[in-house]
């Protein structure tokens, strides 16, 4: 079922993709008490490109972005994320590498008590602690332009849209400048045209920042505007992986009804 | 530090079939580590000051008027409820001191505890706790800023700074009380009344009051954070975070009162 192991050169829509591997994952192991998540996952993230990863509710998707960035732990296997394996480094390396991979939430996860520019200083802050007032500000009023919400400046959370939100979010991450993204569902929750809106801003996101992106969803109107590359997590392993017409050009059952609830539905 | 505290929630995950009894000492170990934290990251720079400032600022703040009212009517109330009892030996005269010993050995750091843990503790509980379960905490871990430091160093310590200020304050707001009745009642004027009060409290009774509020507001604070902070299973742990809260700080307090008046009382004979 599997695809066979493809040249990365030949799966990118982009041409500028060199061949250095930023993300590698390798038999990946991961169980909540009796319920094993991710069996043997391996996947590999080049430098520069957007990979997809898409795969049905509960099938562990967000557990192993949130292994790459050391919120949970694997039980086994090997993760390397910008040469360092996750599992075995020291706090302080941890918090380095968690300096170069920005990571969106499902949900935003904006502090709810800041206004949008106190949530966009409050890691620059706290990670360049000489920084000036006015640096601080200009780069806070940079990223929210490059967002296109420049406007909401003083605004609360609480007074954002959905789609604002998640840009929002996604400003907050890049203000660190991170050579990697995760996104964990930017389109889940919006209408058609704010995911437009959101699936063009990572591809922006991609051109303007230069970062190698994991995007996870089930959207696949998504997965087909930003991904570079796609992968299915079935049954707790990438059995598919490849471009997106590759991958959903097949007959298998498990792989089919994505297709056809979101194209032909 | 932060990967540490996460296996050993994991660790209590996994553990199959854990019965009360290991369950039990793996909460003790989870508190031991979460408390031990809070002394690390309290006195390892870099440090929150400006939000220390505003925790302090919002829980003195958030509990001034329902303490002023509490103390002034605890002050007064008691100073009526007492009257009778001491008219029987002809000593009203004794009601300032009693009402002053009273209210600063006990009632006042109780009373103000009791009311903060329930205003402040399931605050702090609820606040925490959903931001936990809205991925807050996580967020801040991701962009490399310590949520523990920004969130529970600053909360625990401004508790800890700000229930002794306001112990003291609910003391005079009750003495405040207690003039009131004792003016109406006998027409003591508040020179005479503060004199008489004020010579009855010696340097033990200012000590052990704010080492016992200090306990007090270090309990509230870290019950509290700990609640919120290890919150999970969406808007219903924000709940119990917050019950939790206010449950086991009161009864906490209370077992911290028993064994500081038996502690104090050995410097008193």
Known sequence: ?265 | MERKANTSIVLKANVKGPGKFTRVFLTLYDVFEFVARFFREAFLPPYEGKELVRQCFDIGYRSLLLISTTGFITGMVFTKQSRPSLAEFGATSWLPSLVAIALLRTLAPLLTSLIAAGKVGSSIGAELGSMRVTEQIDAMEVSATNPFKFLVTTRVLASTITIPILTFYTALVGMLGALLNVYISEGTSAVAFFQTSLESITFLDIIASTVKAVIFGFTIGIVGCYQGYNSSKGTEGVGKAANSSVVIGMFLIFIEEVISVQFFAMFRS
């Open chain 1, 1 to 265: 079922m599997q695809c066979s192991d493809p040249d990365p050169v030949e799966q990118k829509k982009t041409t500028d993709t060199n061949l250095e591997k930023v993300i590698t994952i390798r038999n990946l192991y991961k169980a909540f008490g009796n319920f094993e998540v991710l069996k043997d996952v391996n996947l590999d993230l080049y430098k520069g490109e957007n990979l997809v990863v898409l795969g049905k509710s509960g099938t562990g998707k967000s557990v192993l972005i949130k292994i790459l960035v050391g919120l949970l732990t694997c039980d086994s296997g090997e993760v390397i994320v910008l040469k360092k394996h996750v599992d075995h480094i020291t706090y302080k390396e941890l918090l380095e590498l968690r300096l170069k991979v920005g990571f969106s939430f499902q949900n935003s996860a904006l502090y709810d008590s800041m206004t949008v520019a106190e949530n966009l200083k409050f890691p620059l802050v706290r990670n360049q602690r000489k920084l000036g007032k006015a640096e601080v500000n200009r780069s806070v009023e940079e990223v929210l332009d490059a967002v296109g919400l420049l406007a909401t400046l003083n605004q609360m959370p609480s007074e954002l849209s959905g789609g604002q939100r998640k840009r929002v979010g996604i400003a907050r991450t890049l203000i660190l400048q991170p050579e990697i993204m995760l996104y964990d569902e930017p389109t889940a929750g919006l209408d058609p045209i704010t995911c437009e809106d959101i699936n063009s801003l990572i591809n922006e996101v991609q051109e303007r920042y230069h970062t190698s992106s994991i995007i996870i969803t089930h959207d696949l109107t998504c997965a087909k505007a930003v991904g570079n590359r796609v992968a299915i997590l079935l049954d707790g392993k990438f059995e598919r992986q490849g471009t997106f017409e590759e991958v959903f050009n097949t007959d298998d059952d498990r792989v089919k009804p994505f297709y056809d609830y979101n194209f032909i539905q």
